[in-house]
């Protein structure tokens, strides 16, 4: 029995023995590839080519990036690294891949990293675009999305667009028969409208009261847009900032120094003017008034002098170009297949008849249009690199180490011309986002990572409300009144030139003539 009791015991210990030495062995194994693992996703970064000592790949990299790097990810797969300057950027080529970083890691890849000029236009990074995901940047967009573009300010801000759009028929009918530059039309038509939504005139109307301080204002603003565009030495080697070596800095601060002259003057004439008598006149508050009063009020999201004109600068350097270069590549692929221009002047006949002008209230039943759109922000994204995002730390993406303060660039050119989400991806086909009711497909929301025309995530465009409308309802309209030629077959060519939205390369000239026969329609 002893023996038995012995004997049961030493297989007892000898078990217990064996169980701890196989728990140890499955510990350290599990440990070891944790190990690896995590060596693995933590310091290996992804692949990229190879550059010269301190200046990386700088002197190999051509102009147009959206088109580079669509072609370095043929070869380097979805993710890619490259070392420009003494930056280190990541590019993200796939949709896969842009749903972790906008949607899984959105917190961590909310911040940017300023160019130099930008900085100098934003006041020191004080406007939307450019501030770092903190609560001074929450505020602004609160701000933004639920008092100064909220549902009832758009609303009541329809008879600015109105107002713009009619103008712009008329102009357009006094020039039928001629040669009229697309881009031209669509810039003014947006400028007009942004400016009176925000201090209640159009640029127009100050042009023609005022003093010269509104001569150039057009132009300013066009410069400002060019210079961020410039490749800058400084952006890419931050000590050489303070040496200036290409003049961008001094450039922009000439440009910037009109621009704020302008928007003080804005503000000095609204301060001037009791806030009920400006309400009265335009039966609605104007986005001037809506943030000099957030400044006087003592709370958490008051605001500054600096910040009301950052907000300012953002409005109308963010929310011009984007919607001229959109309208102006939407009448090149419509020019381009007159099959769809014929489906656009069907739909707008049934939807807003021959005798009427086209209103806002008619833009949701305008689906063809909506398609047509959609299909050129997929063909020709505004922003085919978005803005630039850089990660507050250090994070994983596909198993690569995305290293903190990297420059990080979401590829929508690349993914909206990928053939795994879009079937015969180099053909512009509007029918791809309609469903068989004939409703359409897709939304700018930035949810489906497949289609990001306005981005996606925290840094999703702020501005998308009135973006859409205007874009829509200033095509609409255009191609409601008009028949349009081009003067030109070269025109079907479609090349375009990267900068901080993706420009045509050549303008689109086109010559109106008149649809319908009576003139009360283009008044
Ligand atoms: C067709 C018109 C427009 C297009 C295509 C467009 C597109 C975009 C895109 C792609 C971004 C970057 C999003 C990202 O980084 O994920 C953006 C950001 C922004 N947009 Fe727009 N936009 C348009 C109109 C507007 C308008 C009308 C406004 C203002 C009135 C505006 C204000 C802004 C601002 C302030 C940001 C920066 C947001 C942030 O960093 O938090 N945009 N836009």
């Not at 009063?293 to 109308?316: C, G, H, R, W």
């Not at 993406?397 to 690349?414: F, I, M």
């Not at 479609?494 to 303008?507: A, E, M, Q, R, Y």
Request: neutral net charge.
């Amino acid at each position: 029995m002893i023996s038995f009791t012995m004997s049961s015991w030493l297989e007892v210990i000898s078990m217990k023995i064996e169980l701890t030495f196989t728990v140890i062995t499955l510990l350290a194994i599990s440990f070891a590839v944790l190990l690896h693992k995590s060596r693995k996703t933590t310091s290996r970064l992804p692949p990229g080519p190879c550059g010269l000592p301190l200046l990386g790949y700088l002197p190999f990299l051509g102009p147009n990036l959206h088109l580079e790097f669509t072609k370095m990810a043929k070869r380097f797969g979805p993710i890619f690294k490259l070392q420009l300057g003494s930056k280190t950027y990541i590019i993200v080529n796939s949709s896969d891949l842009a749903k972790v970083v906008v949607n899984e890691h959105d917190d961590i890849f909310a911040n940017r990293d300023p160019p130099v000029a930008a900085l100098i236009l934003s006041y020191g990074g004080k406007d939307i675009t450019w501030s770092d995901n903190n609560p001074y940047w929450r505020n602004m967009r609160k701000v933004f999305v639920h008092e100064v573009l909220s549902n009832k300010n758009l609303e009541a801000s329809g008879s600015f667009r109105r107002a713009g759009v009619r103008k712009t028929i008329k102009h357009v009918y006094e020039r039928m028969g001629t040669e009229v530059d697309f881009g031209g039309i669509a810039f003014s038509t947006s400028l007009t409208v942004i400016s009176s939504m925000v201090w209640g005139k159009s640029v127009d109307e100050e042009e023609e009261s005022s003093d010269n301080l509104w001569d150039g204002f057009r132009e300013v603003m066009s410069g400002v847009m060019d210079i961020v565009g410039e490749a800058n030495v400084s952006d890419f080697f931050p000590v050489l900032t303070r040496f200036d070596l290409q003049g961008v800095q001094r450039k922009m601060k000439l440009q910037f120094e009109k621009f704020d002259a302008i928007l003080q003057r804005i503000i000095d004439e609204r301060m001037s003017i009791k806030p009920q008598e400006s309400t009265e006149q335009h039966g609605r508050k104007d986005f001037v008034q809506i943030l000099l009063e957030l400044k006087q009020q003592n709370t958490e999201s008051s605001f500054s002098l600096t910040q009301i004109k950052a907000f300012l600068v953002d409005f109308f350097i963010a929310g011009t170009d984007t919607t001229t270069v959109m309208a102006e590549w939407t009448m090149t692929e419509v020019l381009k297949h007159s099959d769809v221009m014929k489906k656009i002047q069907e739909e707008l006949e049934r939807v807003v008849g021959e005798h009427n002008i086209v209103e806002e209230s008619h833009l949701p039943k305008l689906c063809y249009l909506d398609a047509v759109i959609k299909e050129t922000f997929r063909l020709h994204p505004a922003l085919p690199l978005l803005v630039v995002r850089s990660p507050s730390k250090s994070c994983t993406v596909d198993g690569y180490k995305v290293p903190k303060g990297s420059n990080v660039y979401l590829n929508v050119w690349a993914i909206h011309r990928d053939p795994q989400y879009w079937e015969n991806p180099l053909e512009f086909d509007p029918n791809r986002f309609l469903n068989l009711d004939g409703t359409t497909k897709f939304n700018y929301n930035g949810l489906n990572t497949n289609f990001l025309a306005f981005g996606s995530g925290r840094r999703r465009c702020p501005g998308l409300p009135l973006g859409e409308k205007m874009l829509m309802y200033l095509l609409a309209s255009l191609l409601h009144s008009f028949n349009w030629t081009l003067p030109d077959e070269k025109e079907h060519e479609l090349p375009d030139k990267f900068g901080v939205v993706l420009k045509k390369g050549n303008p689109l000239i086109a010559i109106p003539s008149q649809r319908f026969a009576r003139n009360n329609l283009y008044m």
